[in-house]
């Protein structure tokens, strides 16, 4: 039996790197999980390795009717929803002079207001769980910046924002609500036009070598996963609106 049996989520952004690793977790621990996200040749592969358990659900997070959908087959198939990880997100790297606004705006929609749209979607069954858990996935962005990702730094924040709002808004209905912020994270989004931004030179002289991040490694999307299942049982019982940062000590440094 595992901290999650019983429990049915729905995780966005699947197809790879965090969300994949978060599917996985899961199912280790006994949830059953609709694993979302637009490459649907790659949720099936997933879905796979744990046929039980988790369910391939093809569908683009800025598609209102596409979410909608995937909450009604959840319920369909398994009755009840307990766990909503928000996690699909991606980023254009420019700075402000190459930037646009529909730029910004696009972030915005996929990292941030399909959030919103999701949660809204699911919130009434959640609320009939006695284990309603939303978990967004945000970024150390939000925290400290670089020059090129504006966009998603803004829309990250706009998670810790929400998140500390949601949880306020919905704990009469017993639905806790979490944040996960990942520092450098080992996954596709590392890879910027072809080069793995984790295992440059200059990451290594660094971050490594120089020990920017304490831990002197970037972390694994496993580890993040680690954290999502935390806040989305039992043992965070006790913690809503609280947006905990997983980046090996990178933020703590001067």
Not at 149 to 178: E, F, M, Q
Request: with cysteine; net charge neutral; proline share 3%.
């Amino acid at each position: 039996m595992g901290s999650l049996s019983g429990r049915v989520a729905i995780v966005t952004g699947a197809s790879s790197g965090i969300g994949a690793a978060t599917c996985r977790r899961f199912a280790r621990e006994g949830a059953r999980v609709m694993a979302v996200a637009r490459r649907l040749d790659r949720l099936q592969a997933l879905a796979a390795e744990h046929p039980e358990y988790l369910t391939a659900c093809a569908c683009d997070v800025v598609d209102s009717a596409g979410l909608a959908r995937v909450v009604a087959a959840t319920l369909e198939q398994h009755g009840r929803l307990d766990i909503l990880v928000n996690n699909a997100g991606f980023s254009y790297y420019e700075r402000l002079a190459e930037s646009t606004q529909a730029h910004y705006r696009e972030t915005m929609v996929v990292n941030f207001e399909a959030m919103v749209e999701l949660a809204r979607l699911a919130r009434p069954h959640l609320a009939r769980s006695a284990h309603g858990r939303i978990v967004n996935v945000s970024s150390t962005q939000s925290l400290a910046a670089e020059p090129a990702v504006g966009a998603y730094a803004a829309s990250k924040g706009a998670i810790n924002a929400w998140t500390r709002s949601l949880a306020v808004d919905l704990a009469p209905d017993g639905i806790l609500v979490n944040a996960v912020l990942p520092g450098c994270t080992h996954t596709e989004m590392s890879v910027i036009n072809g080069v793995d931004e984790t295992q440059t030179p200059e990451f290594k002289t660094w971050y490594v070598e120089k020990r920017k991040i304490p831990l002197a490694r970037p972390g694994t999307a496993d580890e993040i996963a680690n954290c999502i299942l935390f806040l989305a049982g039992d043992q965070c019982g006790y913690v809503t609106g609280h947006c905990l940062v997983a980046d090996g000590g990178l933020t703590i440094t001067f």
